[in-house]
Protein backbone atom coordinates (compact mmCIF):
# COMPACT_ATOMS: atom_id res chain seq x y z
CA UNK A 1 0.00 0.00 0.00
CA UNK A 2 2.42 2.21 0.75
CA UNK A 3 4.61 2.03 -2.26
CA UNK A 4 1.68 2.47 -4.50
CA UNK A 5 0.85 5.82 -2.47
CA UNK A 6 4.86 7.06 -2.55
CA UNK A 7 4.34 6.28 -6.85
CA UNK A 8 1.65 8.84 -6.93
CA UNK A 9 4.17 11.20 -4.18
CA UNK A 10 6.74 11.16 -7.21
CA UNK A 11 3.90 11.97 -9.71
CA UNK A 12 3.20 14.62 -8.37
CA UNK A 13 6.00 15.94 -7.78
CA UNK A 14 7.35 15.43 -11.72
CA UNK A 15 4.47 16.16 -13.61
CA UNK A 16 5.41 19.63 -13.65
CA UNK A 17 8.56 19.77 -14.27
CA UNK A 18 7.91 17.36 -17.00
CA UNK A 19 5.18 19.30 -18.53
CA UNK A 20 7.41 22.30 -18.74
CA UNK A 21 10.14 20.83 -20.50
CA UNK A 22 7.71 19.26 -23.11
CA UNK A 23 5.91 22.32 -23.50
CA UNK A 24 9.17 23.77 -23.98
CA UNK A 25 10.83 21.50 -26.38
CA UNK A 26 7.70 21.91 -28.46
CA UNK A 27 7.96 25.75 -28.28
CA UNK A 28 11.26 25.64 -29.67
CA UNK A 29 10.87 22.58 -32.18
CA UNK A 30 8.21 24.64 -33.89
CA UNK A 31 9.73 27.64 -34.25
CA UNK A 32 6.90 29.01 -32.34
CA UNK A 33 9.64 30.83 -30.19
CA UNK A 34 12.78 33.25 -31.76
CA UNK A 35 15.62 31.08 -31.28
CA UNK A 36 17.30 33.58 -30.22
CA UNK A 37 15.13 34.77 -26.60
CA UNK A 38 14.51 30.90 -26.21
CA UNK A 39 16.73 27.92 -27.09
CA UNK A 40 15.02 24.46 -26.53
CA UNK A 41 15.97 22.06 -23.72
CA UNK A 42 18.50 19.72 -25.85
CA UNK A 43 20.46 22.94 -26.57
CA UNK A 44 20.57 23.81 -23.20
CA UNK A 45 21.30 20.51 -21.91
CA UNK A 46 24.42 20.45 -24.70
CA UNK A 47 25.79 23.52 -23.27
CA UNK A 48 25.59 22.50 -20.09
CA UNK A 49 27.63 19.50 -20.95
CA UNK A 50 30.23 21.73 -22.80
CA UNK A 51 30.50 23.67 -19.78
CA UNK A 52 31.36 20.88 -17.56
CA UNK A 53 33.95 19.79 -20.44
CA UNK A 54 35.41 22.69 -20.68
CA UNK A 55 35.71 22.89 -16.98
CA UNK A 56 34.55 26.36 -16.51
CA UNK A 57 31.60 25.29 -15.21
CA UNK A 58 33.14 23.89 -11.81
CA UNK A 59 35.51 26.94 -11.79
CA UNK A 60 32.86 29.58 -11.98
CA UNK A 61 30.79 27.65 -9.56
CA UNK A 62 33.46 27.41 -6.93
CA UNK A 63 34.32 31.09 -7.18
CA UNK A 64 30.55 32.29 -6.55
CA UNK A 65 30.27 30.09 -3.77
CA UNK A 66 33.71 31.06 -2.10
CA UNK A 67 32.56 34.70 -2.54
CA UNK A 68 29.25 33.86 -1.06
CA UNK A 69 30.66 31.87 1.65
CA UNK A 70 33.13 34.54 2.45
CA UNK A 71 30.34 37.47 2.76
CA UNK A 72 27.90 35.11 4.65
CA UNK A 73 30.28 34.06 7.35
CA UNK A 74 31.00 37.85 8.11
CA UNK A 75 27.71 38.50 8.29
CA UNK A 76 26.01 35.94 10.30
CA UNK A 77 29.27 36.35 12.72
CA UNK A 78 28.41 40.52 13.06
CA UNK A 79 24.74 39.10 12.50
CA UNK A 80 24.48 37.54 15.45
CA UNK A 81 26.99 39.33 17.74
CA UNK A 82 25.11 42.36 16.91
CA UNK A 83 21.80 40.69 17.26
CA UNK A 84 22.52 39.11 20.93
CA UNK A 85 23.22 42.92 21.98
CA UNK A 86 20.39 44.53 20.65
CA UNK A 87 18.03 42.10 21.50
CA UNK A 88 19.08 41.82 25.31
CA UNK A 89 19.82 45.95 25.43
CA UNK A 90 16.96 47.88 25.72
CA UNK A 91 19.45 50.88 25.85
CA UNK A 92 21.27 49.64 22.66
CA UNK A 93 17.85 48.65 20.81
CA UNK A 94 17.02 52.47 20.88
CA UNK A 95 20.35 53.76 20.06
CA UNK A 96 20.57 51.31 16.63
CA UNK A 97 16.51 51.55 15.63
CA UNK A 98 16.83 54.24 13.51
CA UNK A 99 19.24 53.81 11.17
CA UNK A 100 18.70 50.13 10.72
CA UNK A 101 15.06 50.98 10.15
CA UNK A 102 16.99 53.19 7.18
CA UNK A 103 19.66 51.20 6.18
CA UNK A 104 17.70 47.34 6.01
CA UNK A 105 15.03 48.79 3.27
CA UNK A 106 17.50 49.30 0.85
CA UNK A 107 18.22 46.61 -1.55
CA UNK A 108 21.94 45.32 -2.30
CA UNK A 109 21.63 46.51 -5.64
CA UNK A 110 21.92 50.37 -4.88
CA UNK A 111 24.39 49.77 -3.16
CA UNK A 112 26.69 49.20 -5.95
CA UNK A 113 27.96 52.36 -7.16
CA UNK A 114 28.84 53.11 -3.53
CA UNK A 115 30.72 49.84 -3.31
CA UNK A 116 32.69 50.14 -5.97
CA UNK A 117 33.74 53.80 -5.06
CA UNK A 118 34.63 52.41 -1.41
CA UNK A 119 36.41 48.98 -2.21
CA UNK A 120 36.80 49.29 -6.07
CA UNK A 121 36.30 46.35 -8.66
CA UNK A 122 38.23 43.73 -6.94
CA UNK A 123 36.32 41.21 -4.29
CA UNK A 124 35.75 43.37 -1.71
CA UNK A 125 33.22 45.70 -2.86
CA UNK A 126 31.67 41.94 -4.35
CA UNK A 127 31.96 40.67 -0.57
CA UNK A 128 30.39 43.64 0.64
CA UNK A 129 27.05 43.79 -1.18
CA UNK A 130 26.69 39.99 -0.72
CA UNK A 131 27.36 40.52 3.21
CA UNK A 132 24.44 43.16 3.22
CA UNK A 133 22.49 40.64 1.03
CA UNK A 134 22.59 38.34 4.17
CA UNK A 135 23.14 40.42 7.27
CA UNK A 136 19.76 42.03 7.76
CA UNK A 137 18.05 38.74 7.94
CA UNK A 138 20.30 37.17 10.74
CA UNK A 139 20.43 40.32 12.33
CA UNK A 140 16.47 40.97 12.64
CA UNK A 141 15.93 37.16 13.25
CA UNK A 142 18.31 37.02 16.13
CA UNK A 143 16.70 40.00 17.84
CA UNK A 144 13.06 38.92 17.47
CA UNK A 145 14.49 35.38 18.52
CA UNK A 146 15.80 36.97 21.99
CA UNK A 147 12.62 38.91 21.99
CA UNK A 148 10.52 35.88 21.91
CA UNK A 149 12.00 33.96 24.59
CA UNK A 150 8.88 32.68 26.94
CA UNK A 151 8.89 35.18 29.88
CA UNK A 152 7.41 32.13 32.40
CA UNK A 153 10.78 30.84 31.49
CA UNK A 154 12.58 33.83 32.60
CA UNK A 155 10.46 33.88 35.55
CA UNK A 156 12.19 30.88 36.59
CA UNK A 157 15.55 31.52 35.60
CA UNK A 158 15.01 34.61 38.01
CA UNK A 159 13.57 32.57 40.85
CA UNK A 160 16.61 30.34 40.45
CA UNK A 161 18.39 33.58 40.93
CA UNK A 162 20.97 32.24 37.61
CA UNK A 163 23.38 34.83 37.36
CA UNK A 164 23.30 36.74 34.12
CA UNK A 165 25.99 35.03 31.98
CA UNK A 166 24.32 31.39 32.52
CA UNK A 167 21.24 32.89 31.99
CA UNK A 168 22.15 34.59 28.46
CA UNK A 169 24.33 31.25 27.94
CA UNK A 170 21.56 28.39 28.88
CA UNK A 171 18.39 30.32 28.47
CA UNK A 172 18.22 33.00 25.78
CA UNK A 173 20.54 31.25 23.43
CA UNK A 174 18.69 28.12 23.26
CA UNK A 175 15.54 29.21 23.23
CA UNK A 176 16.40 31.63 20.35
CA UNK A 177 18.15 29.24 18.86
CA UNK A 178 14.87 28.42 16.39
CA UNK A 179 14.83 31.54 15.06
CA UNK A 180 18.66 32.19 14.47
CA UNK A 181 18.76 29.08 12.39
CA UNK A 182 15.91 30.55 10.38
CA UNK A 183 17.60 33.30 10.04
CA UNK A 184 20.93 31.92 9.24
CA UNK A 185 19.13 30.15 6.48
CA UNK A 186 17.46 33.44 4.85
CA UNK A 187 20.41 35.09 5.45
CA UNK A 188 22.50 32.15 3.30
CA UNK A 189 19.72 32.71 0.40
CA UNK A 190 19.73 36.27 0.50
CA UNK A 191 23.56 36.00 0.11
CA UNK A 192 23.11 33.74 -2.93
CA UNK A 193 20.66 35.71 -4.77
CA UNK A 194 23.01 38.60 -4.25
CA UNK A 195 25.86 36.32 -6.14
CA UNK A 196 24.68 37.99 -9.68
CA UNK A 197 24.40 41.63 -8.60
CA UNK A 198 27.40 41.46 -7.11
CA UNK A 199 29.21 39.95 -9.97
CA UNK A 200 28.13 42.59 -12.30
CA UNK A 201 31.10 44.34 -10.80
CA UNK A 202 33.38 43.86 -13.44
CA UNK A 203 33.94 40.26 -12.68
CA UNK A 204 35.99 37.92 -14.68
CA UNK A 205 34.69 34.83 -12.81
CA UNK A 206 31.75 33.10 -11.12
CA UNK A 207 28.31 32.36 -12.17
CA UNK A 208 26.81 35.59 -12.58
CA UNK A 209 30.00 36.70 -14.65
CA UNK A 210 28.84 33.74 -16.26
CA UNK A 211 25.13 34.60 -16.86
CA UNK A 212 26.01 38.27 -18.03
CA UNK A 213 28.67 37.95 -20.07
CA UNK A 214 26.73 35.18 -22.03
CA UNK A 215 23.83 37.66 -22.20
CA UNK A 216 26.30 39.99 -24.04
CA UNK A 217 26.88 37.19 -26.74
CA UNK A 218 23.65 36.59 -26.91
CA UNK A 219 24.35 32.62 -25.73
CA UNK A 220 21.02 32.20 -24.14
CA UNK A 221 21.07 28.15 -23.66
CA UNK A 222 24.23 29.72 -21.28
CA UNK A 223 22.19 31.94 -19.96
CA UNK A 224 19.68 29.57 -18.88
CA UNK A 225 22.34 26.87 -17.76
CA UNK A 226 23.92 29.28 -15.09
CA UNK A 227 20.26 30.21 -13.70
CA UNK A 228 19.52 26.89 -13.63
CA UNK A 229 22.18 26.55 -11.56
CA UNK A 230 21.72 29.22 -9.05
CA UNK A 231 18.88 27.76 -8.44
CA UNK A 232 19.64 24.27 -7.35
CA UNK A 233 22.64 25.12 -5.63
CA UNK A 234 20.67 27.53 -3.41
CA UNK A 235 18.34 25.33 -2.79
CA UNK A 236 21.29 22.77 -1.48
CA UNK A 237 22.65 24.79 0.53
CA UNK A 238 19.26 25.98 2.08
CA UNK A 239 18.32 21.64 2.56
CA UNK A 240 21.68 21.47 3.88
CA UNK A 241 21.35 24.22 6.69
CA UNK A 242 17.60 22.34 7.55
CA UNK A 243 19.32 19.39 8.12
CA UNK A 244 21.59 21.14 10.53
CA UNK A 245 18.52 23.23 12.27
CA UNK A 246 17.10 20.02 12.78
CA UNK A 247 20.33 18.49 14.19
CA UNK A 248 20.46 21.14 16.09
CA UNK A 249 16.76 21.95 17.65
CA UNK A 250 15.94 18.53 18.72
CA UNK A 251 13.10 20.00 20.81
CA UNK B 1 13.84 40.94 66.61
CA UNK B 2 10.36 40.63 67.91
CA UNK B 3 10.20 39.25 71.85
CA UNK B 4 6.50 38.71 72.00
CA UNK B 5 6.53 36.07 69.51
CA UNK B 6 6.14 33.02 71.01
CA UNK B 7 5.81 30.82 67.95
CA UNK B 8 8.30 31.28 64.86
CA UNK B 9 6.74 33.04 61.82
CA UNK B 10 9.06 32.10 59.00
CA UNK B 11 6.31 34.64 57.20
CA UNK B 12 4.87 37.68 58.04
CA UNK B 13 2.19 39.43 56.36
CA UNK B 14 0.63 42.85 57.47
CA UNK B 15 -1.50 45.12 55.47
CA UNK B 16 -0.82 43.83 52.62
CA UNK B 17 -3.01 45.92 49.87
CA UNK B 18 -2.46 45.92 46.09
CA UNK B 19 -4.25 47.54 43.41
CA UNK B 20 -3.82 46.91 39.24
CA UNK B 21 -4.56 49.70 37.13
CA UNK B 22 -6.84 48.82 34.12
CA UNK B 23 -7.53 51.18 31.66
CA UNK B 24 -6.73 54.17 34.03
CA UNK B 25 -9.13 52.62 37.15
CA UNK B 26 -7.68 51.23 39.67
CA UNK B 27 -8.96 47.79 40.54
CA UNK B 28 -8.32 46.51 44.05
CA UNK B 29 -6.90 42.90 44.11
CA UNK B 30 -5.87 41.93 47.66
CA UNK B 31 -7.38 44.12 50.25
CA UNK B 32 -6.13 44.41 53.87
CA UNK B 33 -4.01 41.03 54.13
CA UNK B 34 -3.13 39.94 57.17
CA UNK B 35 -1.57 36.14 57.91
CA UNK B 36 1.27 34.46 59.08
CA UNK B 37 2.77 31.46 58.45
CA UNK B 38 5.03 28.95 60.88
CA UNK B 39 7.84 27.09 60.78
CA UNK B 40 6.96 23.69 59.17
CA UNK B 41 3.73 24.68 58.66
CA UNK B 42 1.17 23.37 55.47
CA UNK B 43 -0.63 26.06 54.66
CA UNK B 44 -3.60 25.69 52.48
CA UNK B 45 -5.13 29.23 50.75
CA UNK B 46 -8.01 28.89 48.76
CA UNK B 47 -10.37 31.05 46.48
CA UNK B 48 -12.21 30.72 43.14
CA UNK B 49 -10.27 32.07 40.29
CA UNK B 50 -9.85 36.37 40.33
CA UNK B 51 -9.48 36.58 44.05
CA UNK B 52 -6.17 37.47 44.01
CA UNK B 53 -4.26 34.20 45.48
CA UNK B 54 -1.89 33.25 42.84
CA UNK B 55 -0.70 37.33 43.22
CA UNK B 56 -0.07 36.87 46.90
CA UNK B 57 1.62 33.78 46.08
CA UNK B 58 3.96 35.83 43.50
CA UNK B 59 4.21 38.54 46.30
CA UNK B 60 5.38 36.18 48.96
CA UNK B 61 7.56 34.92 46.17
CA UNK B 62 9.53 38.08 45.80
CA UNK B 63 7.99 38.26 42.03
CA UNK B 64 5.89 41.53 42.15
CA UNK B 65 6.53 44.46 44.27
CA UNK B 66 4.24 46.92 43.84
CA UNK B 67 2.07 46.61 47.02
CA UNK B 68 1.72 48.72 50.14
CA UNK B 69 1.97 46.99 53.12
CA UNK B 70 4.68 44.39 54.81
CA UNK B 71 5.95 41.10 53.62
CA UNK B 72 8.51 39.30 55.74
CA UNK B 73 10.63 36.14 55.67
CA UNK B 74 12.43 35.79 58.88
CA UNK B 75 12.03 39.50 59.81
CA UNK B 76 13.50 40.78 56.59
CA UNK B 77 11.46 42.24 53.63
CA UNK B 78 10.79 40.24 50.75
CA UNK B 79 12.25 42.22 47.85
CA UNK B 80 13.53 39.96 45.38
CA UNK B 81 12.99 35.90 44.60
CA UNK B 82 15.52 34.01 46.47
CA UNK B 83 17.03 30.20 46.27
CA UNK B 84 15.32 30.47 50.20
CA UNK B 85 11.93 30.67 48.70
CA UNK B 86 11.23 27.98 46.00
CA UNK B 87 8.30 28.22 43.98
CA UNK B 88 6.07 25.92 41.76
CA UNK B 89 3.96 26.84 38.86
CA UNK B 90 0.65 25.99 37.40
CA UNK B 91 2.73 24.99 34.76
CA UNK B 92 5.87 23.08 34.75
CA UNK B 93 7.96 25.57 32.82
CA UNK B 94 10.31 23.00 32.33
CA UNK B 95 13.24 24.20 30.00
CA UNK B 96 12.48 21.67 27.09
CA UNK B 97 16.77 21.73 25.25
CA UNK B 98 17.46 20.51 28.78
CA UNK B 99 16.96 16.94 30.30
CA UNK B 100 15.11 16.03 33.43
CA UNK B 101 18.61 16.08 35.24
CA UNK B 102 19.61 19.36 33.80
CA UNK B 103 16.33 21.21 34.51
CA UNK B 104 16.67 20.28 38.10
CA UNK B 105 20.29 20.84 38.58
CA UNK B 106 19.82 23.80 36.47
CA UNK B 107 19.93 26.28 39.75
CA UNK B 108 22.84 24.15 41.79
CA UNK B 109 25.73 26.31 42.89
CA UNK B 110 28.99 25.42 44.10
CA UNK B 111 28.64 21.55 43.59
CA UNK B 112 31.15 18.97 42.02
CA UNK B 113 29.84 17.20 39.38
CA UNK B 114 29.07 13.82 41.37
CA UNK B 115 27.38 16.06 44.11
CA UNK B 116 25.12 17.48 41.51
CA UNK B 117 24.60 13.89 40.40
CA UNK B 118 23.46 12.63 43.48
CA UNK B 119 20.96 15.45 44.73
CA UNK B 120 19.08 14.95 41.16
CA UNK B 121 19.02 11.09 42.05
CA UNK B 122 17.43 11.99 45.65
CA UNK B 123 15.00 14.37 44.38
CA UNK B 124 13.79 12.09 41.66
CA UNK B 125 13.42 9.13 44.11
CA UNK B 126 11.66 11.55 46.15
CA UNK B 127 8.79 12.16 43.37
CA UNK B 128 9.16 9.22 42.20
CA UNK B 129 10.66 9.41 38.81
CA UNK B 130 13.94 7.48 39.62
CA UNK B 131 15.99 6.77 36.68
CA UNK B 132 14.76 9.56 34.19
CA UNK B 133 17.62 11.28 34.40
CA UNK B 134 17.99 11.48 30.53
CA UNK B 135 14.41 12.14 29.57
CA UNK B 136 13.59 15.01 27.73
CA UNK B 137 10.32 17.35 28.78
CA UNK B 138 8.68 16.26 26.03
CA UNK B 139 8.77 12.92 26.55
CA UNK B 140 7.41 13.04 29.71
CA UNK B 141 3.31 13.47 31.04
CA UNK B 142 2.14 16.27 32.43
CA UNK B 143 2.04 14.94 36.13
CA UNK B 144 5.76 13.66 35.29
CA UNK B 145 6.62 17.16 34.14
CA UNK B 146 4.97 18.74 36.69
CA UNK B 147 6.58 16.10 39.67
CA UNK B 148 10.06 17.03 37.54
CA UNK B 149 9.35 20.50 38.29
CA UNK B 150 8.98 20.05 42.01
CA UNK B 151 11.93 17.89 42.37
CA UNK B 152 13.82 21.26 40.62
CA UNK B 153 12.29 23.55 43.22
CA UNK B 154 13.30 21.44 46.19
CA UNK B 155 16.77 20.74 45.04
CA UNK B 156 17.87 24.34 45.74
CA UNK B 157 17.06 23.34 49.43
CA UNK B 158 14.60 26.06 50.03
CA UNK B 159 13.46 26.60 53.52
CA UNK B 160 9.65 27.72 51.87
CA UNK B 161 7.90 25.79 49.11
CA UNK B 162 5.13 28.35 47.34
CA UNK B 163 2.62 25.92 45.13
CA UNK B 164 0.75 27.63 42.85
CA UNK B 165 -2.61 25.48 41.71
CA UNK B 166 0.51 23.12 40.61
CA UNK B 167 -1.63 19.83 40.23
CA UNK B 168 -4.72 22.05 38.61
CA UNK B 169 -3.72 20.95 34.98
CA UNK B 170 -3.91 17.22 36.16
CA UNK B 171 -6.76 14.49 36.04
CA UNK B 172 -7.90 13.59 39.18
CA UNK B 173 -6.37 10.36 40.02
CA UNK B 174 -2.72 11.63 39.43
CA UNK B 175 -3.79 14.96 41.52
CA UNK B 176 -4.52 12.37 44.55
CA UNK B 177 -1.29 10.61 43.86
CA UNK B 178 0.37 13.93 43.76
CA UNK B 179 -1.51 15.30 46.73
CA UNK B 180 -0.07 11.82 48.52
CA UNK B 181 3.49 12.51 47.05
CA UNK B 182 3.98 16.36 48.23
CA UNK B 183 2.76 15.32 51.91
CA UNK B 184 5.46 12.67 51.36
CA UNK B 185 7.78 15.47 50.67
CA UNK B 186 6.91 17.99 53.43
CA UNK B 187 7.61 15.26 56.12
CA UNK B 188 10.64 13.91 54.70
CA UNK B 189 11.97 17.68 54.50
CA UNK B 190 9.98 19.10 57.00
CA UNK B 191 9.48 22.63 55.16
CA UNK B 192 7.31 25.26 55.09
CA UNK B 193 4.48 25.05 52.63
CA UNK B 194 2.31 27.49 51.17
CA UNK B 195 -0.28 25.66 48.58
CA UNK B 196 -2.83 27.75 46.87
CA UNK B 197 -5.85 26.01 45.01
CA UNK B 198 -9.39 25.95 44.35
CA UNK B 199 -10.00 22.29 44.83
CA UNK B 200 -11.43 22.44 48.49
CA UNK B 201 -10.61 18.63 48.79
CA UNK B 202 -7.36 19.30 48.28
CA UNK B 203 -6.76 22.41 50.74
CA UNK B 204 -8.54 20.54 53.72
CA UNK B 205 -6.91 17.19 53.23
CA UNK B 206 -3.19 18.88 52.47
CA UNK B 207 -3.09 22.31 54.85
CA UNK B 208 -3.01 22.35 58.45
CA UNK B 209 -4.72 25.26 58.56
CA UNK B 210 -6.84 26.58 55.19
CA UNK B 211 -7.16 29.86 54.29
CA UNK B 212 -10.13 31.26 52.83
CA UNK B 213 -10.17 33.94 50.20
CA UNK B 214 -13.35 35.91 49.11
CA UNK B 215 -13.77 37.06 45.28
CA UNK B 216 -11.85 39.88 44.04
CA UNK B 217 -11.15 42.16 46.00
CA UNK B 218 -9.18 39.14 47.49
CA UNK B 219 -9.46 39.40 51.19
CA UNK B 220 -8.83 36.94 53.93
CA UNK B 221 -12.62 36.08 55.08
CA UNK B 222 -11.87 33.20 57.98
CA UNK B 223 -9.23 31.15 58.62
CA UNK B 224 -9.59 27.16 59.95
CA UNK B 225 -7.54 25.04 61.37
CA UNK B 226 -7.61 21.73 60.51
CA UNK B 227 -7.41 19.25 63.62
CA UNK B 228 -7.37 16.48 61.95
CA UNK B 229 -5.07 13.83 62.79
CA UNK B 230 -2.51 12.40 59.60
CA UNK B 231 -3.07 10.77 57.50
CA UNK B 232 -6.52 11.81 56.80
CA UNK B 233 -9.18 9.98 55.57
CA UNK B 234 -10.86 11.80 53.11
CA UNK B 235 -14.58 10.64 53.92
CA UNK B 236 -13.83 10.51 57.77
CA UNK B 237 -16.71 12.74 59.61
CA UNK B 238 -14.29 15.14 60.31
CA UNK B 239 -13.32 15.60 57.23
CA UNK B 240 -16.44 15.97 55.90
CA UNK B 241 -17.52 18.57 58.54
CA UNK B 242 -14.24 20.86 58.28
CA UNK B 243 -15.37 20.58 54.15
CA UNK B 244 -18.91 21.46 54.56
CA UNK B 245 -17.57 24.96 57.00
CA UNK B 246 -15.59 25.48 53.92
CA UNK B 247 -18.20 25.03 51.12
CA UNK B 248 -20.27 27.32 53.57
CA UNK B 249 -18.14 30.06 53.38
CA UNK B 250 -18.33 29.96 49.85
CA UNK B 251 -21.77 29.74 49.23
CA UNK B 252 -22.54 32.51 51.44
CA UNK B 253 -20.74 34.36 49.27
CA UNK B 254 -22.73 33.58 46.48
CA UNK B 255 -25.96 34.12 48.34
CA UNK B 256 -24.67 37.68 48.49
CA UNK B 257 -24.28 38.29 45.04
CA UNK B 258 -27.96 37.14 44.55
CA UNK B 259 -29.34 40.01 46.90
CA UNK B 260 -27.81 42.39 45.41
CA UNK B 261 -29.28 41.43 41.83
CA UNK B 262 -32.71 41.30 43.32
Same mark, same amino acid.
Given at each position: ???????? %? @?????? #? !?? *?? #????????? *?????? @?? =????? %???? /???? #???????????????????? $??????? /?????GIIVGLSKHFDRITNIVIQIIRPIPPIAWIPLAILWFGIGENSKIYIILLGAFFPIFTNVVEGIHRVDKKLIEVAYV??? !??? %???????? !?? /?? !??????????? /??????????? =???????????????????? *???????? =??? $?????????? =?? %????????? | MNMDKLTEDRILIRNLNKKFVINRKSVPVLENINLHVEKSQFISIIGSSGCGKSTLLRIIAGLDNDYEGTVEMDGEKILKPSLKIGIVFQEHRLFPWFTVSENISFGLRDKSYSEKKEIVKQHLELVGLSGFEDAYPSQLSGGMSQRVSIARALANNPEILLMDEPFGALDALTRIQMQEQCLKIWETKKITIIFVTHDIDEAVYLGDKVIVMSQRPGRIKKVIPIKVKRPRDRNSYDFLEIRKLIYEEFFSDQKEIVNYVI
Open positions: MHKIKDFY %K @IVEYLI #L !PV *TV #LIVWQILFK *TGLVNP @IL =LLGPG %KVWH /SFIN #LIEAGTLYKNIGMSILRVLE $GFLIASV /SGIFLLEI !PKG %KFIRKVIM !PS /SL !PFIMTGIRLGL /SGAWMCVVAAE =LIASTSGVGYMISDARQLSQ *TDVVIVGM =LII $GVIGKTMDVL =LL %KLQRSLVKW | -
